[in-house]
T-cell receptor
Framework: GQQLNQSPQSMFIQEGEDVSMNCTSS?????WLWYKQDPGEGPVLLIA?????ELTSNGRLTAQFGITRKDSFLNISASIPSDVGIYFC??????????FGAGTTVTVRA | ETGVTQTPRHLVMGMTNKKSLKCEQH?????MYWYKQSAKKPLELMFV???????ENNSVPSRFSPECPNSSHLFLHLHTLQPEDSALYLC????????????FGQGTRLTVV
């Protein structure tokens, strides 16, 4: 699959903060997906984006499909403790294969 | 029942053992996938089955052998594994290839000793 660069690799959140992460690709995608994985669980789909420029929300989560079709970002507003976990971006070009980022690990700041 | 169920959840095996991972989906999907997840690395697609036919074999070593007896079940047979094969193995399913998004199971945490 294609190489996706996801950043940051990790972040600390404080309850109530807004946080943001992004994903870039060297090639164009037709679909961008954002997943969350809790410890000991499989990834769960949060948001799916199918059109350049699309901005989609799921509760406190908002994701956008970049205009260049080579990037996407995910925002979490007013973070809460249960937002901790690993967030993955994934992209798909013309076929069925998904390329995944390495993940952003979100933990609570003590 | 959850949509995609994987068993066992944890497995420790020696390098000379033979074991199998099982995946079952209750979503009526017709495509199933095996992924390998290693720490701090992107998910790696291993195998894809569509309508019980294998459509993808991503240069995976032959010590991993998939089997899809019907559209609801997927197995990964393991033999003579190496310690570097230790990882979380995730099964997923979707309705069609690339037309709808995949649902993942909880994974099998495999440790090779």
């Amino acid at each position: 699959g294609q190489q996706l660069n996801q950043s940051p690799q990790s972040m600390f959140i404080q309850e109530g903060e807004d946080v943001s992460m992004n994903c870039t690709s060297s090639s164009i995608f037709n679909t961008w997906l954002w997943y969350k994985q809790d410890p000991g669980e499989g990834p769960v789909l949060l948001i799916a984006l199918y059109k350049a420029g699309e901005l989609t929300s799921n509760g406190r989560l908002t994701a956008q499909f970049g205009i260049t079709r080579k990037d996407s970002f995910l925002n979490i507003s007013a973070s809460i403790p249960s937002d901790v976990g690993i967030y993955f971006c994934a992209g798909r070009a013309d076929d069925y294969k998904l390329s995944f980022g390495a993940g952003t690990t979100v933990t609570v700041r003590a | 029942e959850t949509g995609v169920t994987q068993t066992p959840r944890h497995l420790v095996m020696g390098m000379t053992n033979k074991k199998s991972l099982k995946c079952e989906q209750h979503l009526g999907h017709n495509a199933m996938y095996w992924y390998k997840q290693s720490a701090k690395k992107p998910l790696e697609l291993m195998f894809v089955y569509s309508l019980e036919e294998r459509v993808e074999n991503n240069s995976v070593p032959s010590r991993f052998s998939p089997e899809c007896p019907n559209s609801s079940h997927l197995f990964l047979h393991l033999h003579t594994l190496q310690p570097e094969d230790s990882a979380l193995y995730l099964c997923a399913s979707s309705q069609g290839l690339g037309r709808t998004e995949a649902f993942f199971g909880q994974g099998t945490r495999l440790t090779v000793v």
